[in-house]
């Protein structure tokens, strides 16, 4: 019989029994930043190809939820830290080895650039809006016209948002369940996935609700693989990180990631999307609202599977 | 210069003292602890392996810790010591996450604490409080460059180990086996 | 027992006003980050340092106290120049800046009282508790003598009050520490060397090449010296045989671990005389000069063989005779360890002489390596009238144990119930120092007593369990905070240590030596306590020899020269030991004229029966018995104890690692608090074990109060032993339940 115990009564608030470090608001940052990241991508992207006109909603509407969602993430992380008045501290100099500095850069440059993003397409949005200050519509002019600019700038900045999430995360190789390479662009493809999702829900029109489900259904494939391969990988890698995949596979989290995230989330929307684009009528909303619950549990699993895990003990 | 930490398990009772004197010396909360005794048994009655270890942050060379911290308030300092600038903490909680050794915590106040190689007194060229009072005296602390020191000494002719080597941190606490 | 005026009172009511409880917590809180590195390096300036030796134990470690200008104690390091600890304190002694800080201490005095038809404490002012105490303890005397006033005592407080008690002409004095604790081992090693083994213990364990521990568990008990030998004794490759029949810290370092059934030990250690002499191992020329009785000993060992011990105590033959080969080859430099709390099973004196007879034929007294002659200097008294005569007193209450040498406490507890046949009937207590329901067995018996008594005054600092049914309490300060006896204890060298206060006394405690004295005036006795601070008698004394309060306060541990001789016996001594004989007695007169048994013979003890499993208790080198389980530091190590079950028996009854389980003995006592469970292999099948000390049911132990469960209330069967009085507390088995029994809540 085997027994490894603490002598000395260690019972650590949140380090004992098991880490309770992070918990909703990271998840929930998790998933509005993928969100977001997808979102600005998709936005700038369409505005590349320079098919702005016939994707509206991608390139105007759903860039709003995407400020939204910055916003609201970096008021959970600000909300997370333990030590909030030296939060100014992470913008005093720049870590290349560290994820969580590259995440506090990007999201300093790509927050106030969505946010100037909508701003530039406000008098299409908000018609009735009157910019009474002058310099403000002078200002809006020129955003218009440098959209383009705008556009290169975000696709680079949206690429790291989306992947530094999983980056992060994978950077921890003290934790077995997040220390594999798959899980940057698995959040990635996740985060595109989502966006695709919100922009279907919102959307009005209706070559744009069909082409974002094309998308949305080849996201979702790849992002079923990914998840095969990151399980392979475990089942492949060192005792800690077996008993990682117990977790997932036949553990606390079974019923979470499995019902709610994979066939939930990833299969039963694919399969009604394919049926969809068979020609049947599938209520839109069904999909979309899946894949985006499915993204959001898929989150809180990583992170509160991921803090069981351990190397010791 | 390279402080190390070397303690003899053959030794060592399991006695807790490393933890109350560190308690005690650098006013570590009641509830909270910087080192800690982990004991593990193996075999089966009466054919019985036990081993004590008093442990705490290890010090690593390729301190996880040191590098996920996005504001450098984990940084190592002259010595291999890793420390943490508590003005400079932003409680983000990363290098709790990405200690192999789960040697840090929250301390009350907001930042992140944990074993600092009782530092200050190495400044006054005391060792740290846990060395100092081992009743068993099983801990030994010196500097590995010097190869005529304690640790240099214990390390060469005795059988050692590091914890969860095999998470590429390097740790600087080896337990002589 | 419910109309009882002994009634135990749990939720005392204080009524009159709450008492300020702002305890300096420096040690409890961070310090502001903003300051701390500015405010530590400042402290660290400040600090003061102050001599004391340490009573969480009684090791008394001497140590520098490190406090500041404001009143709190920072921490308590070892003094460099002490033998007792090598400036290397335990973390009981480490973690004692708790027992100061400890807001659950005792604050005021408390009398009981009516109180709205309730009996409950009420908080008194000090002229009111010691004039109280002082008239019932007048009354006392002129109604029945002052025999009848008994003092059950431990450790420092214990000494101010029985010099009290002697002058007032009182002998009837006891500590748990004899007849619950060491009392066979000084008898067995007396009767055998004419010696007490003695505290500490002359065991010269840093030169020792073979160590045998007989159930001792150096390492979780933590007497600091010898753990620290023992660490150099590893260090020097030392063999260790440890006889346990659990795999303690001790055994896991040992060589050779004899995984022994318990209450086998004599048939082991016969057995190994047997092979010493029938092998010709043992010390030849040592036994020829020093011993008697060697023929008596080899006839009555001749059948004891090892395959005779194996079948008792399931060691194998021939792991007896190499360990008995091992301990020869590594003589004289042998020590076959006398224990510590050796009262067992009612036979242990016996168990003593055994093991006091295997060190004479191995030749370790008196030899490097093996037993040390100790020395200490002797402190003068500060002068005084003589003490009167008693009539009676501790002696005569123990007349049925021809051999004990020091008060029974269980026989003076029987005293104090009043019958027909009771010769020196006792009234009155007073307890210093010692929490009698976690040292006492058979609490049944205890509570009779109690009940029994006039008038009960307990002294402590805590408000442990034993508080509950005095009719006085007084609250005594901290070992940090009060001036006492200079400290002389035996050792390889002599050596003197200082306690003076390092801070004041908190709250309204005061240190025991000013309420003897305040007793002692009240009784009329001025001229025992002709001074007005203690620290004028330890100056006093102090300069009797040949130093200073100024030099000790400065250095804290002075060492003399010694004078006695020479440690060790040389080749050409002739060394008289202190028996009759003048010779180590293999064989005892002393014993065959009473009709004991002269020289050990092994008897089968009861073993537990089917379900049942023999409750072992031990320390842990976190807590001092139930002394500290409320300290915070120390708490905060360990605030609960386990109940170790090996995996075979938790299959059985299907139990988990830290399910909470309750216990019942053999006599249907049950635990009051569940206690958890770990499943180790470190335990025999046949056994369960715990750490002595926990499962405290007075709630205001707020960090103790109902975690663990309490080896002492599950223990009621008790074997006197004949010979001195000690009361044997191993024999008690227990059966594990996993759901909570309904039952009237203990107290």
Redesign the interface.
Known sequence: MEEELFTSGRNIPNIDPSLQIWHWPISVYLFLGGLAAGLLFFAALFTIIKKEKETPTTVKYAAIIASISLIIGLLALFYDLTHKIYFWRLYTTVRIESPMSWGAWVLLIITPLSILWVFSYSNEIFPKLNLKFGFLKTFQKFLAKNRMNMAYALIPLSIVLGIYTGILLSAFNARPLWNNAILGPLFLTSGLSTAAATIILVSKSHFERKLFSKIDLGLIIIELALIVHMIMGYWAGSEVQLEAMQLLVNGDFTVMFFVFVIILGLIFPAVLEIIELKGYKVPVIVPALLVLLGGLIFRFVMVEAGQITRYLY | MRYAMVIDTKKCVGCSDCVVACQTENNVPIGYCRDWITERVEGVYPNIELELRSERCNHCENAPCVRCCPTGASHIIDGGIVLVTDNECIGCGACIESCPYDARFQHPEGYVDKCTFCHHRLEKGELPACVSVCPTKCMYFGDLENPNSEVSQLLRNRKHKTLAPEAGTKPHVYYLI | MSTSRRKFIKISALGLGGVATAAST?????????L?DFA?ENA?KKLNQTATYCEVCFWKCAAWVHSDDQGAI?????NDIDPH?N?????RG??G?GMFTDTDRLKTPLIRKMVNGETTFVEASWDEALNLIASKMKGIKDTHGAESMALLKHGSPGKHFEHLFKAYGSDSIAEPAYAQCRGPRETGFGLTFGSWVGSPEPTDIRDTKCLVLIGSHI??N?H?TQ??E???A??NDATIITVDPR?S?AA??SQH?L?IKPATDIALLLAWMHVLIDENLYDKAYVDKYATGFNELKEHVKDYTPEWAYGITTIKPEAIRKTARVMAAAAPSTIIHPGRHVTWYGDDTQRARAIAILNGLLGSWGRRGGFYFKEKTSISKYPHPPYPKPKWGWEQIGENYPFAEMGITNELIRASIPSEENKFPIKGWVVAGTNLNNSIPNKKLLEEAIDSLEFMVVVDTMPMEITGYADVVLPECTYLERYDDIRSATNREPSIALRMPAVQPKYDSKPAWWMAKQLGERLGLHDYFKYEDYKEVISWQLEQLGTSLEELEKIGVKKFKRKSGSMYLSEDQNYEFSTDSGKIEFYSQQLAVLGFDPIPKYTKHPEPAAGFYRLNYGRS??HTFSRTVNN???N????ENDLWV??KVAKILDLKKGQYVWLENQDGVQSSFPIRV????????DSVYMVHGFGHNNKKLGRAHGKGASDTELISQVTIDPLMGGTGMRGNFVKILTENPTKTVAV
């Open positions: 420096f040690n409890s809180l961070g310090v502001n980050s903003y701390e530590l660290l920072h921490k308590i390091i070892g600890c400036g290397r304190l335990c973390p480490t973690g800046v390492g979780e933590m600091n753990v620290q023992m660490s150099d590893i260090d795999l810290t896991s370092k671990w995984a080198p976190m915070p530091n120390l905060d190590l360990k605030s090996n995996p770990r499943v180790t292999e470190r335990i025999r099948w």
